[in-house]
Each structure stands twice: as C-alpha cells, then as structure tokens.
C-alpha cells in the first residue's frame, strides 16, 4: 500500500477515484491496444475527411503548421515538412489556389514571404477540429461517469498545463 500524500477528506471522491484507478491500470500493453484503437478510429476517419475534402496529408499539416503559428514563413514550413523550399512553395500554391492560404509580404525583408490562413482555410480546419472532437467524445461518452470525469481532468490538465503561449506542446526531450 503507498502512503497517503493528502488526507482522505482534503480529495474529491472523484479525484479519489481516479487516483485509485491509475493504481490498478493494468499493463502498458492493454493501454497501448487501447490507444491504438482510438488512433486507428481518429485516423481513418480523418483520412475519410481528407478525401471527401480533396485534400492530402501533406495539405492538411500545412494548414494546421499555419494556424499554429504566429508567422511561418514558405522555409520554415518546408523546414517542418521535411521537405525542400520549393516542394513547400508547391504545397503553399495549392491551397493559395484554393483560397485556403494566403501568402504576405514579410515586412523586415521583402524577399520573404510569410503565410497565413484565410477564413475558408480556418473554416475547413474548424470542420476537421469538430469532426475529431466527436469521434472523441463517442468513445468517451459511454463510460461510466466516474471514468469520463478521469478522461476530462486529464485532458483538462492538458489544456492548461501541457501548451505554451504560442500553441505549442510541451514534450520532454527524447531518448534514444
């Protein structure tokens, strides 16, 4: 038995739940099946909306690279892609084409071109952000109500202690 960090009346019986649940989790394994169901649903139902919409893996990363961003520049999004500047500026063309972005002058150096979304590039990312969602809550919403309360603390958590300022992720560095 591990020692009691807070007295049993200082938490909340749902937070007591869920402390006593992460105890008994049950192996690594189990969750990772488990994940990987969520993912693969996520997934192919956002593969489904990629094809409904016309758009492809790469078009779509560069919408959201944009959006997540304060400035990004047709480089920088090459540089995040993996891919030369000119493939970048391929991809930027496209969804230019499309209405979904838009490129600026770079005020400091006009050389540089930095991108933007437009409202209809913010508007398909808002059909994809809810489409996620729902698939989301589809899962979460047939657990008992003590599990969801779990699953919104956690994301809760997320939301407000696993982001920067700019919209980042905080990640701890990798081993290898």
Same mark, same amino acid.
Do not use: C, N
């Given at each position: 038995m591990r020692p009691e960090r807070h007295s049993q009346g200082l938490l909340d019986p749902?937070?007591?739940?869920?402390?006593?649940?992460?105890?008994a989790a049950g192996l690594p394994g189990d969750q990772i099946l488990v994940l !990987?169901?969520?993912?693969?649903?996520? %997934?192919t139902g956002f593969a489904s909306q990629l094809s409904t919409q016309g758009l492809g893996f790469l078009q779509m990363t560069t919408l959201y690279a944009v959006a997540g961003t304060g400035t990004l520049t047709v480089a920088d999004l090459g540089e995040l892609l993996g891919r030369s500047p000119s493939a970048a500026s391929r991809i930027a063309t496209g969804l230019e084409q499309r209405g979904l972005l838009r490129r600026m002058e770079?005020?400091?150096?006009? +050389?540089?071109?930095? %991108?933007?979304?437009?409202?209809?590039?913010?508007?398909? %990312?808002?059909?994809?952000?809810?489409? +996620?969602?729902?698939?989301?809550?589809?899962?979460? !919403?047939?657990?008992?109500?003590?599990?969801r309360a779990m699953v919104a603390m956690a994301v809760t958590a997320l939301a407000s202690r696993a982001m920067t300022r700019g919209g980042r992720l905080i990640k701890s560095a990798t081993t290898g």
């Amino acid at each position: 038995m591990r020692p009691e960090r807070h007295s049993q009346g200082l938490l909340d019986p749902v937070v007591q739940a869920a402390r006593d649940e992460l105890g008994a989790a049950g192996l690594p394994g189990d969750q990772i099946l488990v994940l !990987r169901a969520i993912w693969r649903d996520l %997934l192919t139902g956002f593969a489904s909306q990629l094809s409904t919409q016309g758009l492809g893996f790469l078009q779509m990363t560069t919408l959201y690279a944009v959006a997540g961003t304060g400035t990004l520049t047709v480089a920088d999004l090459g540089e995040l892609l993996g891919r030369s500047p000119s493939a970048a500026s391929r991809i930027a063309t496209g969804l230019e084409q499309r209405g979904l972005l838009r490129r600026m002058e770079e005020v400091a150096d006009r +050389r540089q071109r930095l %991108l933007a979304l437009t409202p209809q590039g913010g508007a398909v %990312l808002a059909v994809f952000d809810r489409a +996620r969602a729902d698939q989301f809550l589809s899962v979460v !919403r047939p657990l008992p109500m003590a599990d969801r309360a779990m699953v919104a603390m956690a994301v809760t958590a997320l939301a407000s202690r696993a982001m920067t300022r700019g919209g980042r992720l905080i990640k701890s560095a990798t081993t290898g």
